[in-house]
């Protein structure tokens, strides 16, 4: 079955450096679109940003020019490079996956707590 699995959060200073990696498995990674997620404590789960199929990617105002997504389709893996952090960042970052032709993610993984704080 399709399992996601995050993994590298953790404890930084505002204005420091984390990469998140979500490892996927159960599908062909190649045509699916991976995201990242957040949520914060009493504020809905929030699109960070996402990467399709073909590489073109989105995301969101609050993380433009600091946040990156990336994927290697050879390991399965998509990457969140987060530079510049705020302690507005601070959340559960989740991974999502979607497969072709559906609309919604439907593939969760269990989060991982990023706190920016010093």
């Known amino acids: 079955q399709v399992q996601v699995v995050e993994s590298g959060g953790g404890l930084v200073q505002p204005g420091g450096s984390l990469r998140l990696s979500c490892a996927a498995s159960?599908?062909?990674?190649?045509?699916?679109?991976m995201a990242w997620y957040r949520q914060a404590p009493g504020n809905a789960r929030e699109l960070v940003e996402a990467?399709?199929?073909?590489?073109?990617?989105n995301y969101a105002d609050s993380v433009k020019g600091r946040f990156t997504i990336s994927r290697d389709n050879a390991k399965n893996t998509v990457y969140l490079q987060m530079n510049s952090l705020k302690p507005g960042d601070t959340a559960v970052y989740y991974c999502?996956?979607?497969?072709?032709?559906?609309?919604?993610?439907?593939?969760w993984g269990q989060g991982t707590q990023v706190t920016v704080s010093s």
């Open positions: 999502g996956l979607r497969l072709e032709g559906q609309g919604d993610f439907g593939y």
């Open positions: 159960g599908i062909v990674f190649s045509i699916v679109t």
């Open positions: 990467v399709g199929s073909g590489g073109t990617t």
